[in-house]
């Protein structure tokens, strides 16, 4: 069998982007007999060209009609064959040695179901001054030590680019997954909901496995000018607090983030870090009432 299959999810990705990202892969040092690369086409316009990845002796450019992050990673784990399987973006870009290291950690931890690592930021232009104190949710995230646990805590998930898991934890979400937990993730350049990676990751706790995070890999995300708006940085506020509620319906063992003591101690946060502000609290608290409609709806 295949040892680690690679899943990238795209939704007409950028050319420029798209190419060094497959430059990443291409230039890993596990040889590519070893691995496999799924990338699932989800409804780009035009569609991905078949050669963009024909240098791989193992690759299958997989169409999926289904608009949706979450149905395009589905997609993805239930044609890969490897034992270990590895989401990326097509803006993340590998380190040379990700797939080697990712190996490595899976056989020295195999107590660990979800693992993920250090992601850095590479901007077009500089960060604005209103989006520095938010840079966590563009996917930028510091290791400085290795760290693991078997708890729903949002703080030792890995972000879904880079993301690697067993074949049964990705058995064991998608054969699990409801309706419900299809609403999360991305649907094209206006619903900017996400959680999906949240919740393949404690499934691992599902399981009785752990999830961790490890310095030692490495990855970097590009981030174009239009990202780094105050249109963009607001609209991705309100999917994730959207996206947040529902992952708490979902998963009962998790604190519940609707209730008013919640809402409490997140102003207290954001008021002594100097991230508050009227426009991200409200965008906060529209994508709660998003979701408390939507799971009202849903009869949950």
């Avoid at 982007?17 to 596990?30: D, K, N, P, Y």
């Avoid at 990326?88 to 950690?105: F, G, M, S």
């Avoid at 054969?175 to 499934?203: H, M, P, Q, V």
């Avoid at 708490?248 to 991230?275: D, N």
Wanted: with cysteine; charged share 25%.
């Amino acid at each position: 069998m295949t040892k680690v299959s690679v899943i990238i999810c795209t939704h007409n990705p950028r050319p420029d982007i798209f190419s060094e990202v497959l430059g990443a892969l291409r230039g890993q040092t596990v040889p590519t007999t070893e691995w496999e690369l799924l990338l699932i086409d989800n409804l780009s316009e035009p569609p991905v060209p078949s050669d963009a990845v024909e240098w791989h002796p193992h690759a299958r450019l997989i169409q999926e009609k289904q608009l949706g992050s979450a149905q395009a990673r589905i997609r993805g784990i239930s044609e890969a064959i490897g034992e270990l399987l590895l989401f990326t973006d097509d803006d993340a870009i590998l380190a040379a040695d990700y797939i080697e290291r990712a190996v490595h950690i899976s056989k020295t931890h195999p107590q660990i179901g979800v693992f993920g690592g250090n992601i850095e930021l590479r901007t077009e232009i500089p960060v604005p001054i209103y989006f520095e104190p938010h840079l966590d949710i563009l996917a930028k995230r510091k290791v400085p030590e290795a760290a693991w646990g078997r708890l729903y805590l949002d703080a030792i998930v890995p972000c879904g680019a880079g993301m690697v898991f067993k074949q049964e934890v990705a058995h064991a979400y998608m054969n699990r997954i409801s309706n419900i937990g299809r609403r999360l993730g991305r649907r094209g350049k206006d619903d900017l909901t996400s959680g999906e990676d949240n919740d393949l990751a404690f499934t691992a706790c599902d399981l009785g496995l752990g999830i961790g995070l490890f310095p030692e890999l490495q990855l970097t995300h590009v981030i174009p000018k239009e990202r780094l708006t105050k249109e963009y940085m607001l609209k991705l506020m309100e999917g994730i607090s959207f996206s947040t509620c529902i992952l708490a319906a979902l998963r009962p063992g998790r604190p519940s983030v609707s209730s008013a003591q919640h809402r409490i101690a997140k102003l207290i946060e954001y008021v002594m870090t100097g991230r508050f502000s009227w426009s991200v609290a409200k965008a906060k608290l529209r994508g709660q009432r998003r979701a408390t409609e939507y799971l009202r709806e849903a009869g949950k």
